[in-house]
């Protein structure tokens, strides 16, 4: 082989690493702005259900269902929008500006 060949082989190999390194850096970025996407949406359905004038504590488990998402994932959207749990019933969270610490009057349900 000569040293032209070597080159061309050598410029062709680099070519299809950066090729697929591109490939799967776009593939990675488009799932993270739909993702984000997503979870700002979740978050604006999050602070318009712990808004309400209506409840100022909701369960996990309606929260998590109202935004189509896991229970780990609802809780830390529920932390970049300043929520917080409650710290006489576990399973209830709201906004901390509508319940400031360490206030926790809520019914037990």
């Given at each position: ?13 680099l ?12 593939a ?5 702005r ?14 318009l ?23 780990i ?28 610490y ?8």
């Open positions: 082989m000569t040293v032209s060949a070597e080159i061309a082989a050598l410029i062709g190999a070519i299809g690493a950066g090729a697929s390194i591109l490939t799967a850096w776009l990675w970025w488009l799932a993270q739909r993702e984000n996407r997503l979870d700002d949406k979740r978050k604006q359905r999050l602070l259900l712990l808004s309400g004038e209506k409840y100022k504590w909701r369960s996990i488990d309606t929260l998590s269902s109202a935004v189509g998402a896991d229970e994932k609802t809780k830390e959207l529920l932390l970049e929008i300043d929520a917080r749990q409650s710290l006489s019933n576990n399973s209830s969270w709201g906004l901390i500006s509508r319940n400031p360490p206030e926790d009057i809520q019914p037990k349900d």
